[in-house]
């Protein structure tokens, strides 16, 4: 196979392009999914039935269909009631944030009910509203719990973004496409593109093991 390193050579200020939206739109992603998964987790987790209905409703349904049909709905549909003409990187970012806000609310739930229902009965002996126990007790227990899955979510929303190239967002994978597209060669494009993501991907799970060490030797102490 005759792999021609001038199409990566000349593509390479867009796929460094494209990593910058790769990693905004995952960022920005997670760290709404992030808020809006806690508070679904703690809806879910009422007493009321009547108010856990529509959180799992929301669960179901995100965790139930594909991503890619959420976000052809979503920039299709959603985004064009708000702005004119629909854009891309918007839908992108809104949709990985609904979709992920799911998938990290039975994160949170699952580490949040981890946590022994001694600490918060012996938080509410002390005087403590229940929210304020939740708050100081309850949630930073279950946070270090709960970071090994938020990591590998990420690197789960890292990759999945690249569903954006059928919106036309100018992220990795999009410029993969286009290179693929204009020199009509698939192997040094998407072996270009499926290596980056390799490099994001492992440093990811590197960072996050790390961090996960951190917080078991700071336990111990």
């Known amino acids: 196979m005759d792999f021609r390193f001038d199409i990566v050579t000349d593509y390479m200020p867009f796929f460094l392009q494209g990593l910058k939206v790769t990693l905004g739109v995952s960022l920005a992603g997670v760290l709404a999914g992030l808020i809006l998964g806690l508070f679904i987790a ?10 856990r209905l529509p959180f799992n409703i929301y669960i179901n349904i995100f965790r139930g269909t594909p991503l890619l049909v959420q976000l052809l709905i979503i920039h299709f549909g959603v985004v064009p009631l708000f702005m004119t003409p629909s854009n891309p990187v ?19 739930r699952a580490g949040i009910q981890s946590i022994d229902k001694g600490q918060m009965e012996a938080a509410r002996s ?3 509203t229940r929210v304020q126990a939740m708050k100081l007790v309850i ?36 410029w993969g496409r286009a290179a693929a597209g204009q020199y009509i060669r698939v192997w040094e494009p998407y072996l270009t593109v499926a290596l980056i993501y390799l490099v994001l991907t492992l440093s990811l799970t590197y960072l996050m093991n790390y961090v996960e060490r951190r917080l078991s030797t700071d336990d111990q102490r």
Do not use: C, D, H
Request: charged share 15%; glycine share 8%.
């Open 90 to 108: 918007v839908s992108l970012v809104i949709g990985l944030s609904l979709n992920a806000a799911a998938y990290i609310a039975e994160i949170f």
């Open 42 to 51: 703690l809806g879910k987790m009422s007493t009321n039935r009547w108010v």
């Open 126 to 128: 002390l005087g403590m």
């Open 139 to 174: 949630l930073p227990q279950a946070f270090k719990r709960v970071i090994p899955p938020l990591g590998n979510e990420f690197i789960v929303l890292l990759k999945e973004s690249s569903l954006g190239s059928v919106l036309a967002a100018p992220e990795l994978m999009y």
